[in-house]
């Protein structure tokens, strides 16, 4: 199963009983596991999961903490972007050049690459003590 099909296939399953917002992310660790996870909302709005976040969870469960490659798609007008949390839980697990790919439902994507989404990232560079 490619990324594409496998982040469709988990965002049927997000529960989104809220917003209505479904979105699904799939990501390939660079072991070459394919890992999902979907939004999962819960009626006090800050305890909600993104889709991203379920990923990451998944792929690390499965021993995994590199990512290659990242898929998220919603039914929206345009390509949706991971939000700034999640961005910065995916700088935890991939390099800046690795490739993130927003979509639509309706098969619209767009491309860009960690380090474009996420210019600047607070990395483990910051916590380096002399």
Known sequence: MDLREAALAVRA???????GFAVGAALRGAGGGLHVGCNVENVSYPEGTCAEAGAIAA???AGETRIAEVYVVADSPQ???PCG???????EFAASDVVVV???TAGAER?????ALLPG?????H???D
């Not at 399953?13 to 917003?19: E, L």
């Not at 949390?85 to 700088?91: D, H, K, M, V």
């Not at 491309?111 to 380090?115: A, D, E, P």
């Not at 990232?121 to 560079?125: I, K, M, P, R, V």
């Open 85 to 91: 949390g999640c961005r910065q839980r995916l700088a």
């Open 111 to 115: 491309r860009m690459t960690l380090g």
């Open 79 to 81: 390509p949706v972007s």
């Open 127 to 129: 916590m380096a003590t």
């Open 121 to 125: 990232a607070f990395g483990t560079a």
């Open 59 to 61: 792929m690390v469960a």
């Open 13 to 19: 399953r997000a529960h989104a009983p809220y917003s």
């Open 102 to 104: 927003m979509a639509t």
